[in-house]
């Protein structure tokens, strides 16, 4: 007999997925010094709390294959069929407005 899935709660209402490879290529590149991280900047800027307990999870990932010149694949996991390129000079305070703005899509209550 398979074991069971556990479930585990969290308040995430979504998941932001961030290219930790770009983030690393740019040494940061965010913040008002550039040496910042997006999902560090992001989480900041949006008051997260920490984990499970946000509302909302900002994730680095490992590379997403987008691969852009000076700037950052992002996926928003609530629009996952646009996924955006952050520039380095790019305004992540509109950013972090763009995504606080984004629909929530309800998972199955069972």
């Given amino acids: 007999m398979a074991p069971q899935l556990k479930r585990v709660r969290s308040d995430w209402q979504g998941a932001v997925l961030v ?3 770009c ?3 740019l040494d940061g590149g965010f913040g008002k010094k550039g040496r910042t991280p997006l ?3 992001l989480r900041k800027i949006l008051g997260l709390k920490k ?3 946000a509302t909302l999870g900002v994730v680095e990932t490992r590379c997403l294959g987008i691969c852009p010149r000076d700037g950052v694949a992002l996926v928003d996991g609530r629009r996952p069929g646009e996924w955006l390129v952050v520039p380095r000079e790019a305004d992540i ?3 972090a407005a763009r995504l606080e703005r984004a629909p929530v899509v ?5």
């Fill in 19 to 21: 290219c930790g490879k």
């Fill in 23 to 25: 983030s690393k290529k």
């Fill in 39 to 41: 999902a560090k900047l």
């Fill in 51 to 53: 984990g499970r307990k």
């Fill in 93 to 95: 305070v509109e950013l």
């Fill in 106 to 110: 309800m998972d199955d209550p069972r």
